[in-house]
């Protein structure tokens, strides 16, 4: 397989504050591959300086052969990565349609936007019936589903998933991670980071652990499920309810 993605080494952080202490990873071409780690730890900021909204101080970041690093955000979209941001950020005064428009503002194809656009709606009734209302009046859960079906409306070759379960009930983390899983079956190639470390690694196919700024471990899901430190670290009894019993 190829690497779609590579970090080399990358440097980023906050003015004085260094958060990426030279981090590589790298993310094939139709996988999923999850960072896991303790809270400021710089899973965010790793994502942030993917997707340009912060520009690395030292290190390359190459995409489909190109670096990538240093450009703007603007720019690494239109190349072909989107992320969906944390915390369900939707246009909630606008309706549940015209924030799947915003989602495609970047295509010129409008007449195969819309097509696509009344496919999401089908497979995902839960926003069909809803496409005329506005997206504030939607619940948490559906609040997610349409910001992460706005990012897949830009046609990402790459989608980036900052917590995409994040204070949603255990039924709808559920629900999301059938769709992250389904859409891997589709060939989109998915980078996420996920407070439920368990959930994230069962969708996943490698990970990588980030502790102050570092990857300190790295390797296929299995490996990362079944190693002592990470479940002692990652994988508490609670998150192991939410995804086998939830
Ligand atoms: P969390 O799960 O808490 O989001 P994280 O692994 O995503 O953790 P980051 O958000 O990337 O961690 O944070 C890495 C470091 O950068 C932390 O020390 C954090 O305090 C710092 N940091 C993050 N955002 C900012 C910011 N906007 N300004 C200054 N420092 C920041």
Redesign the pocket.
């Known amino acids: 397989k190829q690497a779609m993605l590579i970090l080399r080494a990358i440097q980023a952080?906050?003015?004085n504050?260094r958060?990426l202490k030279g981090v590589s990873l790298h993310v094939n071409d139709g996988e999923i591959v999850t960072l896991i780690?303790?809270?400021?730890?710089?899973?965010?900021?790793?994502l942030k300086t993917i997707s340009g909204i912060i520009k690395p101080i030292k290190g390359q970041i190459i995409f489909e052969k190109e670096e990538i690093g240093g450009q703007s955000a603007e720019e690494i979209v239109q190349r072909g990565i989107s992320q969906v941001p944390e915390g369900r950020r939707v246009f909630r005064t606008m309706t549940v349609k015209a924030n799947l428009e915003m989602g495609a503002f970047i295509r010129q194809d409008r007449e195969r936007v819309k097509r696509e656009i009344d496919e999401y709606c089908m497979r995902f009734p839960v926003l069909g019936q809803r496409s005329n209302q506005l997206a504030g009046t939607l619940s948490g859960g559906e609040q997610q589903l349409l910001a992460m079906v706005r990012g897949l409306m830009s046609r990402p070759r790459l989608l980036i998933l900052d917590e995409p379960s994040m204070g949603l009930a255990p039924k709808l983390v559920k629900e999301i991670f059938e769709i992250i899983t389904g859409l891997r079956e589709e060939g989109t190639t998915i980078l996420l980071?996920e407070?439920n470390a368990r959930a994230a690694l069962k969708a996943a196919d490698r990970g990588y652990v980030?502790e102050t700024?570092k990857v300190v471990l790295q390797g296929k899901s299995e490996y990362l499920l079944n190693h002592t430190e990470v479940q002692r670290a990652y994988l508490g009894k609670g998150y192991r309810e939410v995804w086998e019993n939830g």
């Not at 780690?37 to 790793?46: D, E, F, I, V, Y």
Request: no cysteine; charged share 5%; aromatic share 6%.
């Open positions: 952080g906050y003015g504050i958060a780690g303790p809270n400021g730890a710089g899973k965010s900021t790793t980071i407070q980030l700024g």
